[in-house]
């Protein structure tokens, strides 16, 4: 037995490590805290899951299909899921084949890769802002140097942003954390700026199916398709995920890109996690070729649009004098501001889980961690009733976390 | 429509991207190809997985557990899992609980969340040698040093092996590509070289429930369980999978360490996918509760024992002259090096493919790719006569290569 008394060094871990923040894990762990009222996070309703029909898609799947789930398949993802998920995407203009689709274990994987085939030290992102937070987890590894874009500013230049960037990142339906839709000239901007420079252009579009309002404009990837015949070739590197559409357990994503782009996320998930679960992917084909996310669509819409609804008349109720918001047209985020420059929504944090509420403090999407004017409030896991406590409980907290500026 | 008549210049692909290597896509790819005896990969025997029951328990544990199963998980893992691994693994010396226990997205994702929570640009590996394929793969984005570890030889030093690497790399039981089992002096030198040194000591053991004669040496986890109340605090980092135990397509490994590693890879697993599979996690609980795994295993070492006795006498009837081996005493693989040095199995894997055969060259085990002595035959995909017609083949293939040489 070895002598354990006298205690070793150990090696450092890498230095990204002590920069991490456990966030993202206590928005997880949140959902276990008896009566707190979770408006952080981004879960959503359990209730709208085809339970049934998906345990019998998983059984047939493997009983049907063995090799196929219960074996190692294709580092890119099973062949008909590509195809499928091609198809799916395609426009007139827009023409993807399997080439251009890449399968991953949920989308943060896609934003992981994307940092591993093109981040080296001191690279830089021009990140729409305030940025999501797992994608500046995926990325603190490789300490990449941000370039904020203000996409809604009167004085934004696309063109300026992208110059020079290893890649652009964006979520243009409902971006997370600011639930702000980013309108067609902006995309249409963006799109010429990453033709023009070069600069790759993420589309990360976990929300684009939670439309509560209007038509849903154009995908970038629409819009930079190009007039070159054969498959898609652009900078656009779209990525896509089955978690808001069904089911997040499956942890199934995909990235339709430029083959070249494809080729080398591939190799890099080869060193990750070799391939996605055969299992998962079968089932997420199953369930896209029954039309089982075109069926609960209305359903989940119904229901989160009834609760974006409630959030923000609550707001309105109750948070109106210290809060400054718009009613997102869809995703499952409000982002609200403070009006009184003396809030600081980290220190209103730890009096909200005082109260009895969960929010997500603004510091978190910002890569520097400085901006503490703001907070993030999630609408689609509680129903009215909970989200109007919860924002009671909200107003309690800037009472006390005003009061303590003094 | 934007232009794209005139090319843009896009942003670099990062530097580690050139020095990939394809033979896992080849491997994964090689099963396709019709008529191909297949001895390169390391793909089990399907018809042992069981199926049916596999597929109950998928539609059971949706069924019953839908949060768990399609709702996003704890980063570590799922709560049962996690304890059911740590029940498994204790011994009298041995304390686990859930804080040593990481599930990882197959046995891939321990090895790459390893890279990010240690390797810094220059850092050191002491790596086993010959080294596994897919832990070269998961550290190249880091570049590391490597530092050969020829653990059988009689110069062995581990301490000065093991001092000042960040970690040093090893798969005691029936290494990948060596299928040598290292012997029991060895492991307590290496734990004792961790122990001392501080560095730590991944024990990678997806073959360990694959021993075909003798009973199973102990765990270097098991050898370096310290005098201390508490739980496991000390240097070796095991791996272990249920891709060999029960089945790859569903992507469940995990890690066994010091509570403060856990805690690290946890950090590293968010921004990578965030949590594994909740399906494939409550899959895995369930067939580990239900004994599957132990049930099938009589079965499994019966078919892979037959396969090992059955290729290692097709080889000494077709490639005694050629080759020398040793018999494993488990696992997946006959290592074999060529009697002529002129000999190139870089070479000689193109006249092996003519032939109709693949195997796996020894180059892609060397990190500096310079080893063109060796090659790697799995024995546990195909039946006998298919291993034998293998061997004809490499036979024939050798012979077109020495003739090469002239």
Chains 1, 2 share one sequence.
Not at 77 to 97: E, H, K, N, V, Y
Request: proline share 9%; net charge negative.
């Amino acid at each position: 037995m070895p002598d354990q008394t006298v205690p070793t060094m150990r090696p450092a871990f890498a230095p990204w490590l002590s920069r991490s923040n456990d966030v993202t894990s206590v928005f997880l762990a949140a959902g276990q805290v008896p009566g707190l009222v979770n408006l952080a996070g981004g879960l959503p309703e359990p209730s709208v899951w085809p339970v049934a029909e998906l345990a019998g898609l998983a059984a047939e799947a493997i009983r049907s299909h063995p090799d196929e789930t219960l074996g190692y398949g294709p580092i890119p993802g099973l062949p008909a899921l590509r195809d499928l998920i091609a198809a799916r995407f395609s426009t007139d203009a827009l023409r993807l084949s399997r080439e251009n689709v890449l399968i991953t274990t949920g989308g943060m994987q896609a934003l992981e890769l994307m940092g591993k085939v093109l981040l080296q030290p001191g690279g830089l992102v021009a990140a729409q802002s305030p940025a999501y937070l797992g994608a500046l987890d995926a990325w603190m590894p490789h300490a990449p140097r941000y370039r904020p874009m203000r996409i809604e500013g009167n004085d934004f230049d696309p063109h300026a942003a992208l110059a020079g960037a290893q890649f652009a990142y964006t979520v243009p339906n409902f971006s997370n954390p600011s639930g702000r839709l980013v309108a067609l000239p902006e995309r249409q901007a963006l799109v010429a700026a990453a033709h023009a420079t070069g600069t790759w252009l993420i589309e990360d579009d976990p929300y684009g199916a939670l439309y509560y309002e209007g038509e849903p404009l154009p995908r970038l990837l629409e819009l930079s398709a190009g007039a070159r015949p054969g498959p898609y070739d652009g900078p656009v590197v779209y990525m896509g995920s089955l978690s808001k559409e069904l089911a997040p357990g499956l942890r199934v994503g995909w990235v339709i890109a430029a083959p070249e782009m494809i080729a080398a996320l591939a190799t890099a998930k080869q060193g990750s996690d070799m391939c996605s679960s055969g299992l998962s992917q079968m089932l997420a084909l199953r369930a896209l070729q029954a039309g089982i996310t075109d069926r609960i669509r209305p359903e989940v819409l119904a229901i989160y649009r009834a609760r974006r609804d409630a959030l923000c008349a609550a707001m309105q109720a109750h948070l109106a004098g210290d809060l400054d918001w718009q009613v997102p047209v869809g995703g499952m985020f409000v982002w609200a501001t403070a009006r009184d420059p003396r809030l600081d929504t980290d220190r209103l944090l730890h009096h909200a889980m005082a109260e009895g509420v969960c929010i997500s403090p603004s510091s978190v999407f910002d890569p520097e961690g400085l901006d503490r004017r703001s907070l993030r409030l999630n609408f689609t896991l509680n129903p009215p009733e909970r989200l109007e406590e919860g924002c009671r409980r909200l107003a309690r907290a800037i009472r006390a976390a005003l009061a303590e500026t003094g």
